[in-house]
């Protein structure tokens, strides 16, 4: 496959969530050179050792045929907490790859580094395995950074407005300048307009008073 020389030189996935019939099933591409992709099976309602170990192993095929790359696959318990299905298996991690013939490769255990087929991790690649699914790169989580920036600054110059500049003409003037009056208004109508964009961008801590 001919490496893209347009393609980022770094790229993070967006998490793929699928809903089954009693447990959520997350799966996310592989990060900071992580040789495989991880898939985790969040269960809703109560399930035996046996059911949650019969689906990780279905969930294994159909995902590593579908993306094709290793794959490491674990479970947790309504509760959160990590299920280890010591009862039924040597190990509560399941490993898998493609094969070349179409079939998949799944060993109950934990591999150490080099033992997994190693694909290449370079965007390029990543970007073809990975066809069709979100992501975003450095370069886009700086300009939000700095968009976020620029929603705090102009926040900060409403509430010096408001608390500080507004108050004092209004001592000034005095209350009773009907110049005054509309001014007022005025501030508090671009107030409720500016809190409400604020909400809608989810700037975080965007809230005005």
């Given at each position: 496959?001919?490496?893209?020389d347009?393609?980022p030189k ?21 990060r ?13 309602d ?17 995902w ?11 479970a ?24 070349p ?33 979100p ?32 108050p ?11 110049i ?30």
């Amino acid at each position: 496959m001919a490496a893209d020389d347009n393609a980022p030189k770094k790229v993070f996935f967006k998490t793929i969530k699928e809903v089954r019939g009693n447990y959520l099933a997350e799966y996310s591409p592989p990060r900071d050179e992580t040789p495989y992709g991880a898939l985790t099976l969040s269960c809703v309602d109560p399930a035996t050792d046996p059911e949650v170990a019969h689906a990780m192993e279905s969930e294994l095929a159909v995902w590593a045929l579908r993306y094709r790359f290793p794959l490491l696959v674990s479970a947790f318990d309504p509760a959160g907490d990590f299920m280890k299905l010591e009862s039924i298996r040597p190990s509560p991690f399941l490993v898998g790859w493609p094969n070349p013939d179409g079939t998949v490769e799944s060993h109950w255990r934990w591999f150490e580094d080099g033992e997994i087929p190693k694909p290449p991790l370079d965007s390029a690649h990543l970007l073809q395995v990975y066809k069709g699914v979100p992501y975003t790169t450095p370069a886009k989580i700086e300009v939000e950074i700095k968009q976020q920036a620029l929603g705090f600054k102009i926040l900060k110059w409403i509430l010096v407005l408001v608390y500080v500049i507004v108050p004092a003409v209004i001592l000034i003037l005095g209350v009773t300048n009907p110049i005054v009056g509309w001014t007022t208004f005025g501030v508090s109508l671009l107030l409720l307009i500016m809190k409400m964009l604020v909400n809608r961008a989810g700037i975080p801590g965007g809230s005005i008073p």
